[in-house]
């Protein structure tokens, strides 16, 4: 029988694919930790049901704990409650990837977050999610079509920047 | 394609990473036990009976493993942990069915016992989530919404054995909403496919059913409603709210002119849909977004409008009738000035700026209208919200934060009567009350 795979053994690994996907979102290298942490530490209470295949459980945790600091480090700002570390060169492309990917439907967000924003290989997506590849690539490219619209959409475009890749 | 948005030296986790990981953890898992042995307790004395040994059940990982796969078809009575139901309807206070996505399905789940436990009832539903279902009774369902086909379509599936099998409804093109009142089942469609483009105002009909849905016929005259067959009208534009089983409104959120402004527009019937009768829109122009309807009764209308959306708030006004729409009066109003062009409405602050309502919200299941005073609102990505004065203040539902609800997630809410409601948060969890005022979290 295998042996269960123990959470210390990929901290590691799982950590910094939060920290990153995280990071893509925020950009504050703090919130970005406490993003990582905060995932993590879910995953840990969650283990005995996710340590066959973690991955994919940390990376939408990870990408939806990150919009919503976004959105509320939005509203400090437009409040007057100035946050930290706010002064930063992509913010206003990674608000404007928040809200593009909120409002994709859920099967499209959970594809594209784990194919483009942490950059996995379509097969490993298809494993991580239960789906054929075939459906990884339909859902990757509609999902990229409504990004594409809705950062176009915006006036900033930022559509143009939104294409596959790899 | 997002690495130039990386950190170009991204930290290293250490042994004191961990930790910080680990005490967090524990946190977590204190806060958990602590609400389940707050369940506990309250079922012992309401048992009249005491606990003298440790309570031990099966793990999740033992009760949920074939679930927790999210690979392949599960077997119809399956064990469905309530953390990953997506939404939620209940006909009584224990019977309940669900929406879960499982891997590449979307199935449906069972409880019979008000929510404590599900089992898959159809482990591949025929359409996709986030569709719209709803249940008249524990045999009688239907099932709509969700992506439109390739041909631009949304079906009507219904079953009569309790969501074991679907058959598909002989209405469409688009089915928008639906509504059961026992057999007697309506249907707003549209008579347009979904086009990406260059799509020109279709009408919409409403068509009638008395035998739980397996023959349909039109209502006797054509509704004045029109819908934009350029927008997703399967989930969002059209609301059908009915009253009883003649009474009905159905309030349209399209393109009145052909172009990009949007409007509300609000039908009314009282003989069944032989003849309707339009009614005044009361929103203001500037919430151009969306609108979402509410009747606890013949007369009392609860209609909300939407701006656009931006960073997690959303300027919001509620308008309410009590004499079947001919007149409203504003009743609240969450102002965003930035997002209305700087305008403003009175009666500010009594609803919350945070969260979405339509068009984000799942359905028009996110606002349970009870009686003339007593309502519930849980905006998407924010949290449950109740008022007991007619709308004019809403308050945080206290009883589920201290049951657990962490704010910033979206779902819906159901009453099945004045004290018997749910709260499911998607992919979260499922929460309860029993005397309208107190909740608990529902399994795993």
Redesign the interface.
């Known amino acids: 029988m295998a042996e269960a795979v123990r959470f ?1 053994d990929v ?2 690994d799982l ?2 694919l939060a ?2 996907v995280s ?3 925020l ?1 504050d ?1 703090g919130d ?2 406490d993003v990582a ?2 995932a ?3 995953a ?3 283990w ?3 340590r ?2 973690p991955h994919g459980w940390v990376v939408t945790v990870s990408t939806n704990l990150a919009i ?1 600091r ?3 480090r ?2 400090a700002t ?1 409040s007057g409650i100035e946050p930290v570390a706010l002064v930063e060169t ?1 913010l206003s ?3 404007d ?1 928040a ?1 593009a990917l ?2 994709l ?3 499209q967000r959970e594809v594209v977050v784990l194919r ?2 942490a950059d996995w290989p379509e097969l490993e997506v298809a494993g991580a ?4 590849p075939g ?1 990884v690539k339909s859902h990757a490219s509609r999902g990229l079509a409504h990004l594409r619209h809705d950062l176009e959409e915006r006036g900033l475009g930022g559509g143009d ?5 790899g | ?2 690495e ?4 170009p030296e ?4 250490t042994h004191r ?2 930790g ?3 005490a ?2 524990a ?3 204190r806060r ?1 036990v602590t609400a389940v042995l707050g369940v506990v307790m309250v079922a012992a004395l309401s048992l009249g009976i005491v606990i003298g040994v440790a309570v031990s059940g099966p ?3 033992q009760t ?1 493993a074939a679930f ?5 078809l599960l077997a119809a009575g399956t064990p469905v942990p309530s953390s990953d139901l997506a939404s939620v309807v209940f006909v009584g206070d224990v019977h309940g069915f669900a929406l879960v ?4 399905q979307t199935l449906l789940a069972e409880s019979g016992d008000g929510g404590d436990t599900w089992r898959v009832t159809d482990p591949s539903l025929p359409v ?3 569709a719209q279902f709803e249940f008249s009774d524990t045999a009688h369902g239907y099932l709509w919404g969700g ?1 439109p086909s390739s041909a631009g379509t949304v079906a009507l599936w219904t079953t009569s054995n309790g969501g074991r099998t679907w058959g598909r409804a002989g209405i469409g093109p688009v089915v928008s909403d639906v509504s059961a009142i026992g057999p007697d089942v309506w249907a707003v469609v549209g008579t347009c496919a979904i086009r990406a483009t260059g799509a020109p105002l279709c009408p919409v009909v409403v068509d009638v059913s008395t035998d739980d849905g397996r023959t349909w016929a039109p209502a006797g005259a054509t509704s004045p409603l029109s819908e934009n067959a350029e927008v997703s009208v399967s989930d969002e534009n059209i609301e059908l709210a009915r009253i009883t089983r003649t009474r009905a409104y159905v309030l349209t959120f399209a393109s009145q002119t052909g172009t990009s402004e949007m409007a509300g527009s609000l039908s009314y019937t009282a003989d069944g849909g032989e003849t309707w009768a339009s009614r005044r829109d009361p929103c203001p122009p500037y919430f151009d977004f969306g609108q979402q309807i509410a009747a606890s009764g013949t007369d009392d209308l609860w209609l909300i409008c939407a701006s656009q959306a ?4 959303q300027a919001k006004a509620l308008y309410r009738s009590s004499d079947g729409g001919v007149q409203w009066a504003l009743a609240a109003a969450a102002n965003a000035p ?1 997002l209305t062009g700087g305008t403003v409405l009175g009666a500010g602050g009594g609803l919350p700026s ?1 969260g979405y309502v339509t068009p ?1 919200s799942l359905g028009h299941e996110n606002l349970a209208v009870l009686t003339p005073t007593t309502a519930w609102l849980f905006p998407d ?1 924010s949290g449950a919200f109740e008022t007991t004065d007619g709308g004019r203040t809403w308050g945080v539902v206290a009883g589920l934060a201290r049951a657990g609800v962490v704010n ?1 997630g979206s779902g819906n809410v159901v009453f099945a009567d004045a004290t018997h409601g749910w709260v499911c948060v ?1 992919g979260t969890g499922l929460w309860r009350t029993t005397d309208g005022r107190n909740w608990q979290r529902l399994g795993p």
């Open positions: 210390e901290f590691a950590y910094r920290y990153r990071f893509r979102v950009g290298r970005a930790e942490q905060e993590l530490a879910r840990h209470v969650r005995a049901r996710l066959d295949r919503d976004l959105r509320r939005s509203r437009s992509h492309e990674r608000i990837l809200r909120r409002r439907p859920r099967r483009y924003l999610l239960g789906c054929s459906t920047d939104v294409r596959a890749s | 394609m997002f130039h948005l990386d950190d991204p930290p290293d986790p990473t961990l910080g990981v680990l967090r953890a946190r977590l898992r958990r793990s999740p990982s949920f927790d796969s999210q690979t392949g996505v499982h891997g590449a996709s989530f986030p992506p931006s960073s997690g708030t930035v945070a984000y990505r910033g998607t």
